[in-house]
């Protein structure tokens, strides 16, 4: 019988809870500072101690992860934390697809597949002398917002930039990626796309709350201007956000288009759980940012399930749970190659 595994962070509660309640197995590589946590929940079945999370690609636990006929269920933090031929070279079937995971990884791929896909991104910026707008400073991968900054032109980036590798917040070998900054409401629209069904599903909205960017506008613009820190976009939380109904017309276009990109560009596709994120303007109109190519924590929010897959299942249903049923949906039908990489 298969089971789920995951690493202890990001959505991990949710991802096995899930599993728990479709009757499969749940295990959790867990962080020994983290294990007084994780046992307070009952629907873990077993623990698997490591000191770091790269420990799941020893062969120590990758064998009682093959014992349990495991597939790990992919997220943030296995990103943030480990490189793409790290995740690549996990012997445990991973759910979805893997390979997708280094075009979320890699800035520059990133971008080609959000063209590929029509999103309209914004414009980046490749040297910052050409900063002429509000642009904002990433860096790679998952980092969270941790390090990112604000910048009007060249002189600023250089003084932000400074000022923050002085801090240790970032390196001063690490490349920077600029792209104009896109003001708007908020907006992390969540999908599944089932192999088994061929079918994209709209799952759900969230927001982000990052520290301390959204502190900053909390306070009047005469302190905020007297406040020489580089204020960053550490996520902290999520909220729910539902949109207006005649926008989901649209919302459903982007996700099937980014289903087509992926596949054709990175098959087997973008199979699983992913996010689209980005803002929408005064004219209702949707720029995309940055996606992520599996489960976004911003999917916690909706533990009991989903307004739009309330609409969908006839049930609650969580994202944990919708990935628990298409893996054991695979398992009857003897497809588990289908919706594992
Ligand atoms: P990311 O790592 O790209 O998801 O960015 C982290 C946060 O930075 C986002 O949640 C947004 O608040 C903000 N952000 C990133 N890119 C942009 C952009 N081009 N325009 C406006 N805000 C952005």
Known sequence: MTSIATLGSHCSLQVLKGAKDEGLKTILVCEKKRERLYKRFPFIDE??????????????????????????????TLIAQMSSEEIESIKTPIFGNKWILRWESDREMKEKLMREAN??????????????????????????????????NQDDYNTKRNQLISEGIISKDETLYIQEY????????????????????FFGVD????????????????????????P????????????????????????????????RVVPPGMNGPFCI??????????????????????TNIYMDGSPYYSLLFNENMSMGK????????????????KITT
Do not use: W
């Open 47 to 76: 623990l698997i101690i490591v000191d770091k999370f790269k420990e799941v690609i020893d062969e120590k636990c990758q064998s009682v992860l093959e014992q349990n006929d495991a597939v790990l269920i992919p997220h943030g």
């Open 119 to 152: 999103l309209p991104v914004p414009k980046p910026v490749t040297d910052p002398k050409d900063i002429e707008k509000l642009s904002i400073v990433k860096r790679q991968g998952a980092a969270g917002g941790k390090g990112y900054f604000m910048v009007a």
């Open 182 to 201: 896109a003001a708007g409401v908020l907006a992390y629209l969540q999908f599944f796309y089932s192999p088994l069904k061929e079918e994209l599903e």
């Open 207 to 230: 927001q982000r709350h990052e520290s301390d960017i959204e502190g900053l506008a909390r306070i009047p613009s005469e302190q905020q201007l007297k406040n020489n820190k580089v």
């Open 232 to 263: 960053s976009f550490n996520v902290i939380g999520n909220s729910p956000l539902l949109l207006r109904e005649s926008l989901l017309d649209d919302v459903y276009t982007m996700g099937e288009n980014f289903v087509e990109a992926a596949k």
């Open 277 to 298: 994120e980005g803002v929408y303007d005064e004219n209702a109109k949707f720029t995309s940012f940055e996606f992520s190519a599996r489960i976004v924590a911003g």
């Open 322 to 337: 919708r990935i628990a049923r298409e893996v054991k949906t695979a398992q009857e039908s003897n497809q588990l190659d």
